[in-house]
């Protein structure tokens, strides 16, 4: 099968969730994992082997300022020590590419910072990027493709 131009996916068309409520304000999504290597030296090779030996997930969430809710997130563990942990699902269904739609959930999303404040004398729309963590991820078998 050739590739053609209108199979390729864009990112406007799709939606994310925070626990089952879907987040309307949102710029951009980034979910990523990283896999944690160790250096393994081998006789009789002059290149470093490496084994995997666990995976770290990390993302970025960037939204526009329409509420205070990330604040007040921040505020809850600084004052009460109460630190919360999310789902996040990301749906992408870019009918146009002809590939279907895939949903990827993320788990134990835990908010690494959040903008507390912020003025723009130029009269710019206020944007807040929230790094995280996460620990687990899901993909429905029918829509993992085979390489």
Known sequence: MAFRSGNTISGKEGRL??????????????????????????????????????????????????????????????KNGEDKYFTFQEVLDDKSSGRGTERVTIYDVNFDSAKVGGLNAEGEVLEEELP???????MPEELRDDF
């Open 17 to 78: 969730f925070l626990d089952g409520e879907e987040l309307a304000y949102v710029k951009a999504f980034e979910a990523n994992i990283e896999k944690n290597k160790t250096e393994v030296p081998i006789i009789g090779r002059r290149m470093t082997g490496h084994k995997t030996v666990g995976a770290s997930g990390t993302g970025t969430l960037t939204v526009y300022k329409v509420t205070s809710r990330f604040v007040r997130l921040m505020m809850d563990y600084v």
């Open 132 to 138: 995280f963590t996460w620990e687990n991820i899901d």
